[in-house]
């Protein structure tokens, strides 16, 4: 399985982006689908994931109401849909793949089998 993440740049404090995660391999809709973020000298954190429907959203609390995760199955992609970034948004995102992930460990890295190569958000104040 490969991903490749898209949509990644500069914004300014208060606007959107819109993150783009396209599949290919195994079928699509049997992969539970997150993204995490890393910003310069922290660790890696979860941000959002979507069950293998879309039925099911997670969100990590400093981005909820903000963050909209969804997928289109047809298309093997899943999206992340940013409005009002803050500076602290600022990160490399990365969108990540899980055969086994479920409700109860979606939030962390070691659920994950398959990781994108990561797009770069910036958020300027």
């Known amino acids: 399985v490969q991903l490749q993440a898209s949509g990644g740049g500069l914004v300014q404090a208060g606007g959107s982006l819109r993150l783009s995660c396209a599949t290919s391999g195994r079928s699509f809709s049997s992969y539970f689908m997150g993204w995490f973020r890393q910003a310069p000298g922290k660790e890696r954190e979860f941000v959002t994931a979507i069950s293998w429907g879309g039925g099911s959203t997670y969100y990590a609390d400093s981005v909820k109401g903000r963050f909209t995760i969804s997928r289109d199955n047809a298309k093997n992609t899943v999206y992340l849909q940013m409005n009002s970034l803050k500076p602290e948004d600022t990160a490399v995102y990365y969108c990540?793949?899980?055969?086994?992930?479920?409700?109860?460990?979606?939030?962390?890295?070691?659920?994950?089998?398959?990781w994108g190569q990561g797009t770069q958000v910036t958020v300027s104040s």
């Open positions: 990540a793949a899980s055969c086994s992930a479920g409700g109860y460990n979606y939030s962390r890295l070691s659920a994950y089998d398959y």
